[in-house]
């Protein structure tokens, strides 16, 4: 059944029940004082059913994009913004009259919630998973003028392996993000499989996953004496940069 209001918004990913977008944009809608405006999840077993989906909601003038679909929905655009092309992950679709257009407001948002932790110490970075959101995090990196490696279960060239991680990896890599599910609610016992008793007071954890507030990958990093971030402020961050995208 299609959508009945005429400004319809929505997340396309898979299993994101959990998700905050829905809840934060209708408080947005609220707030603004926007009648005839909804936001809903458009929960897709699989990527062939995008095509159908918008086909059958006739007024959705924009899109989130969450796990696992940042790009894998590339091929179903028409144009993508500079850097979400360069990257190779969409996280946000705006319908025009020339068709959909795919844009990356992670950059956006990862970039300004990790700064104010940075400090001179933290030269070098893992990104522990290779999803669209870790594509994401490596281009802030590269912006920021951080090393970085991606540790993946099976990694390409360049890349580590989580058994690669050891003492001397741990020490010289002082900032590490979680881009994986690991952890996400309800499944709150999951952590990536990093050596955390080489985690110290030098290193930095941030975790792309909001809900719980601390996961089992922040906790172990806080007892260690790590600095810690969720992925609150950053996902908050890159919803408004998608509605200013929507507006424009």
Not at 85 to 106: C, E, H, P, S, W
Not at 145 to 151: A, D, L, N
Request: proline share 4%.
């Amino acid at each position: 059944m299609g959508i009945i209001e005429k400004n319809n918004y929505g997340l396309v990913g898979k299993n994101i029940a959990y998700s905050f977008s829905e809840s934060y944009f209708e408080e947005k809608f609220k707030k603004l004082g926007l009648k005839g405006y909804s936001y809903r999840n458009f929960d897709l077993p699989q990527i062939e059913d995008f095509t159908p989906l918008i086909q059958q909601n006739k007024h959705i003038k924009g899109l989130n994009v969450t796990i696992p679909y940042k790009e894998a929905v590339i091929p179903y655009l028409d144009r993508l913004n500079k850097k979400a092309k360069k990257i190779g992950a969409v996280n946000t679709i705006k319908f025009t009259k020339k068709g959909l257009k795919g844009y990356n407001t992670d950059i956006y948002g990862f970039k300004k919630s990790i700064k104010p932790f940075l400090t001179k110490n933290h030269t070098k970075a893992l990104i522990l998973g290779t999803g669209g959101a870790s594509k994401a995090v490596a281009f802030v990196f590269g912006e920021l003028g951080i090393e970085f490696k991606f540790v993946s279960r099976r990694p390409k060239k360049n890349q580590l392996q989580y058994t690669d991680l050891n003492e001397k990896t741990m020490k010289e890599y002082t900032v590490l993000v979680n881009c994986t599910p690991l952890g996400t609610f309800p499944n709150i016992e999951e952590k990536p499989n990093i050596p955390y008793q080489w985690i110290t007071d030098a290193h930095l954890l941030f975790d792309l996953i909001y809900n719980p507030e601390k996961s089992a990958f922040l906790l172990e990093g806080e007892n260690q004496g790590a600095s810690i971030c969720n992925g609150l402020r950053m996902l908050e961050l890159q919803a408004e940069k998608a509605w200013k995208i929507w507006n424009s």
